[in-house]
């Protein structure tokens, strides 16, 4: 695994993103890849995964990409549009990659697969807190 400093330090600190059981695959400035198995505690009454936890760890995905190290990034905001459903044992990859960056904003998209499905397409907007 790449790792750069700013990212590593924030998923050893993620308590929300460890207690869902997500793994970091990659992490680099721009780029991060997440991983995560739907477990029975995540679906929902229609047998699906809860939408809240595939925007979760797209989302994590989104905060990997676009911390880089020595700045504090953090959602100005997110939206997703959910393409499929995805069921509980499936393992979701959520693929980030920087869009645009400019001064202390930045543009950010995430795919979120299970195997080769499409499961999600998530866009956020970023703003450094700090430089």
Aim: hydrophobic content about 45%; charged content about 20%.
């Amino acid at each position: 695994m790449r790792v750069m400093d700013g990212a590593t330090e924030m998923f050893a600190r993620d308590r929300a993103s460890s207690s869902l059981g997500m793994s970091v695959v990659l992490l680099e400035p721009g780029h991060a890849i997440l991983e995560m198995t739907i477990r029975p505690e995540m679906v929902n009454g229609h047998g699906m995964a809860h939408g809240g936890y595939v925007f979760l760890l797209a989302d994590s995905a989104f905060a990997g990409a676009c911390n880089y190290p020595g700045t504090v990034t953090v959602a100005a905001s997110a939206e997703i549009v959910f393409v499929s459903a995805a069921r509980e044992g499936e393992r979701l990859t959520a693929t980030a990659q920087e869009r645009h960056r400019a001064g202390k904003s930045g543009i950010y998209d995430v795919t979120v697969r299970c195997d080769d499905r499409l499961v999600a397409e998530f866009r956020g907007l970023s703003r450094a807190l700090s430089s």
